[in-house]
C-alpha cells in the first residue's frame, strides 16, 4: 500500500456518511463513489436507491417533509460524521417558475434542517456536510451573468433556497464545530432516470421520433455553447470535499472540464439512439412527449422495455430539456463558470460531455429502458 492509500484509509476510518436524497441522480453517484471508497454509507430517501454496480446499503425511507418522523428517524444514528445532501423539492407544472416560488425556498430550507437538526441533537459526531447548488446561485435563470462566474462574485440578489440552505449550514457548522463545502455543477445529466436529468427525455423523444417515422431534428432555440457536470463526477467531487481540507467551508462550480454545443453533440446522440437526424425544427420537447405518450406505449410494448411508467422514467426532465435547449427564448443562456479555484484546491478529474451523454444514453438502452439501438 502506498503512502496515499494509506492516508486515504486513515482518513475514511471511523466515518460513516449519510446521503440524503438517496435515490436520486446525485444521490446515487455519491454513494457509489463512497462505496468505491470503502466507506460506511447510509441512504436516506422515499424510495431505495438501485445502484448500478448492484451493490446493497443500509437505506432509511423517510420523508423530508415531516419533520417528526424524520427526528424520529435520524434520532437513531448518533454516529454519522458526514453528510451529503442531495435531496431537493421542486413543485410540479412549472418548473422554471418554481425556482424563485416562496413556497419551494421555505420547503427546500426547512428539509435540510430537518436533517441535520436531530443529528446535532443526538450528539453525531459531525465533520462535514456537503450541500449543492447550480449556476442558479449566479441569477442564470432571470439575467445575464458574470463570464465566467466564479466562487468569489457577490451574492447575487433574488429569492433562492441556495442561499437559505447555505447561510443555515455555515451557522450550523461554527456553532456546533463541523465544516461544509458547497458545490455549483452546471447542468447535471447522468445514468440515473427522473427528477430532472433530460437524458431520459432525450430518449423517449428520439423512440418517439422514430416510431412515428419522423427524424430526430433538434426542437431547441438559438445556438448557444455551454457546459455540463456529469453526475458520476459530482460524485467524485463530493467524495473529494468530504475529507479534504482544502475543501472545508469553500464553495466550488463544478463542469466536466470542457464545453460543447447541442448541435454538435446530436449526431453522437443519434448514432447512439439509432436515429436519422434531421434539419431544425423548434417546438416544445415537453408538449410533444406528452401529445405522444400512446405512441411511447406502444415502444415499450413493442421493445419489452420495463419502464412502464413514463412520468417516473422521465420526471421534469422533458420540461428541463426546454429550458436547457433555449427553446422559445430569443438566446441561450450565456453561462460560464470557472473551475479554476476547484482544480487549485486539488480536484483535477474530469470527463468529455460527448462521451459522458452517449455512454449514459447507452447505459438506459443496456438496461432496457429506452429501444436498442440496432432494431
Not at 462505496?35 to 454509507?41: Q, T
Not at 430550507?109 to 456537503?130: C, F, T, W, Y
Not at 432516470?193 to 430526430?216: H, Q
Not at 457536470?229 to 466536466?256: H, R, Y
Request: glycine share 8%; charged share 20%; hydrophobic share 45%.
Amino acid at each position: 500500500m502506498n503512502q496515499e492509500d494509506q492516508e486515504l484509509q486513515t482518513e475514511k476510518k471511523g466515518n460513516k456518511v449519510l446521503v440524503v436524497g438517496a435515490s436520486g441522480l446525485i444521490g446515487i453517484s455519491a454513494i457509489e463513489a463512497f462505496l468505491d471508497a470503502g466507506w460506511i454509507v447510509v441512504g436516506a430517501s422515499r424510495r431505495k436507491p438501485i445502484l448500478l454496480s448492484g451493490r446493497t446499503l443500509e437505506h432509511i425511507k423517510v420523508d423530508l417533509l415531516n419533520k417528526e418522523d424524520v427526528f424520529k428517524t435520524f434520532q437513531k444514528y448518533k454516529d454519522i460524521t458526514h453528510v451529503v445532501y442531495a435531496a431537493l423539492y421542486e413543485k410540479p407544472n412549472d418548473l422554471v417558475a418554481g425556482w424563485s416560488d416562496e413556497e419551494q425556498i421555505k420547503i427546500n430550507d426547512q428539509m435540510l434542517r430537518n436533517v441535520i437538526e436531530p443529528l446535532i441533537a443526538v450528539g453525531a459526531p459531525l465533520k462535514h456536510v456537503s450541500i449543492l447548488q447550480g449556476t442558479k446561485a449566479y441569477g442564470v435563470h432571470l439575467h445575464p451573468i458574470n463570464i465566467p462566474a466564479r466562487e468569489s462574485d457577490p451574492r447575487d440578489n433574488h429569492p433562492n433556497f441556495y442561499f437559505d440552505q447555505q447561510d443555515y449550514i455555515s451557522e450550523a457548522g461554527i456553532k456546533h464545530g463541523f465544516h461544509w463545502t458547497v458545490l455549483r455543477p452546471q447542468l447535471v445529466t447522468g445514468k440515473i432516470a427522473g427528477a430532472l436529468n433530460i437524458l431520459p427525455a432525450i430518449g423517449v423523444y428520439a423512440a418517439i421520433r422514430k416510431e412515428k417515422g419522423e427524424s430526430f431534428s433538434f426542437p431547441g432555440g438559438p445556438s448557444f455553447v455551454w457546459e455540463l457536470a456529469d453526475a458520476d463526477l459530482v460524485g467524485q467531487v463530493l467524495l473529494w470535499s468530504a475529507t479534504s481540507p482544502n475543501a472545508a467551508d469553500e464553495i466550488f462550480n463544478v463542469t466536466n472540464g470542457d464545453v460543447f454545443e447541442w448541435r454538435s453533440v446530436w449526431p453522437a446522440l443519434a448514432k447512439t439512439l439509432d436515429v436519422q437526424t434531421g434539419v431544425d425544427h423548434s417546438f416544445s420537447m415537453a408538449a410533444y412527449i406528452e401529445e405522444n405518450k400512446d405512441v411511447w406505449a406502444k415502444v415499450v410494448e413493442k421493445y419489452g422495455l420495463l419502464n412502464h411508467d413514463l412520468n417516473a422514467f422521465i420526471g421534469q426532465g422533458h420540461a428541463h430539456a426546454d429550458f436547457a435547449f433555449a427553446y422559445g427564448a430569443p438566446q441561450g443562456p450565456v453561462a460560464f463558470v470557472s473551475t479554476i479555484k476547484l482544480r487549485q484546491a486539488g480536484f483535477f478529474k474530469v470527463i468529455d460531455t460527448r462521451d459522458a451523454l452517449t455512454e449514459a444514453l447507452q447505459s438506459f438502452i443496456d438496461r432496457k429502458l429506452l429501444p436498442p439501438s440496432i432494431a
